[in-house]
Nanobody, 123 residues
Framework: QVQLVESGGGLVQAGGSLRLTCAAS????????MGWFHQTPGKEREFVAAISGNGGRTYYADSMKGRFTISRENAKNTVYLQMNSLKPEDTAVYYC????????????????WGKGTLVTVSS
């Protein structure tokens, strides 16, 4: 079965950086688009970034542009989210997601979700 395991979350001061990693198994990784979402208590899960199967297309939420970078290594079945210039409002649980296409990610039509990793940004 498909498994997505996120790692790399933690506590960081405002202005700092973190790199999240999502390791995927049980699927032909390069055939799928990947995405990152985040969620805070009482709010809906929100789109952060997406990348196409071959890595050629990427999309970001407006508030993340210029600060976050999504990338993937298909040979390692892994997708990354490099987060720089972190702000307290970035505090959330970050989820990795698999979708058939990058448009599916943007439409939140997700095939599989990871369990999430907590990012806390202190002021």
């Amino acid at each position: 079965q498909v498994q997505l395991v996120e790692s790399g979350g933690g506590l960081v001061q405002a202005g700092g950086s973190l790199r999240l990693t999502c390791a995927a198994s049980g699927l032909t990784f390069s055939l799928y688009a990947m995405g990152w979402f985040h969620q805070t208590p009482g709010k809906e899960r929100e789109f952060v970034a997406a990348i196409s199967g071959n890595g050629g297309r990427t999309y970001y939420a407006d508030s993340m542009k210029g600060r976050f970078t999504i990338s993937r290594e298909n040979a390692k079945n892994t997708v990354y989210l490099q987060m720089n210039s972190l702000k307290p409002e970035d505090t959330a649980v970050y989820y990795c997601a698999v979708a058939k296409t990058i448009d599916s990610v943007l439409s939140k039509i997700i095939s599989y979700w990871g369990k999430g990793t907590l990012v806390t940004v202190s002021s």
